[in-house]
């Protein structure tokens, strides 16, 4: 079985990497061979992570490999997209890309929606602001994140949805951190960590206020991974560079994981990536209670879900307070992800649907 991926980014970028590269090995031993074709290559993304200004030549340029790469996809027999072909681009373009006869699954693992319905202009509310909901009726299966992603799928006219949560590999998750054992020291200064990119750097602003009462009336050590050239006011951290190679070095600093996200429709859309990798570590966790937040957590048991300042505070003084608590919850997170949100469950799953899909066709 052939199937085209043209992704949105490399592998270098976390969205990509989460939702499609790293299932490539899986899907290969499952007799399905997937050739990759990325929209924007390993110099944008870390121009963009720069905050560096993106020439239109090299925009031209990316377009121009995604159309020589679909005027190949007679020759296989399922497109797998990642969110869209073709950014800001109106949807029967893709539609017409796409063409007929080869089916084509679409992944969403953010509300990218948003981005053309609630966007501040209205010529781009009018012209794309159904975009998304036309590509998702037009596929024959929509693979969302989270309920709210499938929600949206199915309320555009989708024949096909299914719900599959961004995942971890649990063979890179192994060694100390799963243990435990760091977790019970009384008298080690607590770390708090978070990790993530430069793109959603600015959740951390939601819990400023009570990131700096724990640093400096609880004497919490704060480490802040892949946040790039961001400072937050007042509040003294350890920043740490982001690498693939060095993460789950990086998650054994921690003592616990956080995830704060704004209450708004857009972070409804995420999918809690960087709690499953905390918790795949044994971590206890700390998240906002919004989006898929709140189907990855189980309140007291795996984490502790926080929404204002003073129960931020609060979950952070449990945790320090009682490291038994901590690591018990960290256990049963790590019992959570083996269950749910692994590759090792959700590759299978991957790999009947596009058998399923392609065999229909």
């Known amino acids: 079985m052939k199937v085209l991926l043209p992704s949105r980014y490399s592998q270098l970028a976390a969205s990509s990497r989460i939702r499609t590269y790293q299932y490539l090995p899986f899907l290969q031993s499952s007799g399905i061979e997937v050739t990759t074709s990325s929209l924007f290559d390993d110099e944008y993304i ?18 121009a490999v995604r159309l020589r790469a679909m005027m190949q996809k007679k020759k296989f027999d399922l497109i797998w997209v990642e969110k869209e072909m073709l950014p800001w681009l109106p949807g029967w373009l893709e539609k017409l890309l796409a063409g007929r006869g080869t089916p084509w699954i679409i992944d969403y693992d953010d509300a990218i929606f948003h981005s053309y319905d609630r966007h501040k202009r209205g010529v781009v509310r009018a012209m794309l602001g159904q975009k998304i909901d036309g590509l998702m009726a037009h ?29 971890v590999d649990l063979e890179r998750y192994t060694g100390s951190a799963v243990s435990g054992e760091s977790h019970i020291d009384q008298h080690k200064v607590f770390s708090i960590g978070w990790m993530g990119s430069p793109a959603t750097k600015n959740y951390l602003l939601v819990i400023r206020a009570a990131l700096k009462e724990a640093c400096l009336k609880d004497g919490v050590k704060l480490i802040l991974v892949g946040l790039g050239n961001f400072e937050l ?60 937040n709140k189907d990855i957590i189980e309140d007291g ?23 038994k608590l901590g690591m018990s919850m960290g256990i049963n997170g790590r019992k959570s992800v083996e269950a749910r949100y692994c590759l090792q469950r959700n590759g299978p799953i991957l790999a009947d649907l596009m058998h399923e899909i392609a065999e229909a066709s």
């Not at 020439?55 to 990316?62: M, N, P």
């Not at 879900?305 to 490291?323: G, H, K, M, P, Y």
Request: glycine share 6%; hydrophobic share 40%; charged share 20%.
């Open 301 to 323: 048991v795996n984490g502790i879900l926080a929404s204002s300042n003073n129960e931020w505070v609060s979950a952070i003084r449990t945790l320090i307070n009682d490291r």
């Open 46 to 63: 870390l121009n963009l992570y720069a905050g560096k200004r993106v020439s239109g030549v090299s925009l031209l340029k990316a377009f």
């Open 233 to 292: 006011p007042d509040v003294h951290a350890e920043i740490r560079p982001w690498t693939e190679a060095t993460e789950i070095e990086e998650l054994r600093r921690f003592d616990a994981g956080i995830m704060p996200l704004a209450d708004d429709d857009w972070s409804r859309g995420k999918c809690g990536y960087k709690l499953i990798q905390y918790m795949a570590s044994s971590l206890p966790v700390i998240p906002s209670p919004v989006g898929a």
């Open 139 to 167: 596929s024959s299966l929509v693979i969302a994140g989270n309920e709210y992603l499938a929600s949206r799928a199915r309320h555009a006219g989708a024949e096909h949805v299914e719900i599959l949560p961004s995942v």
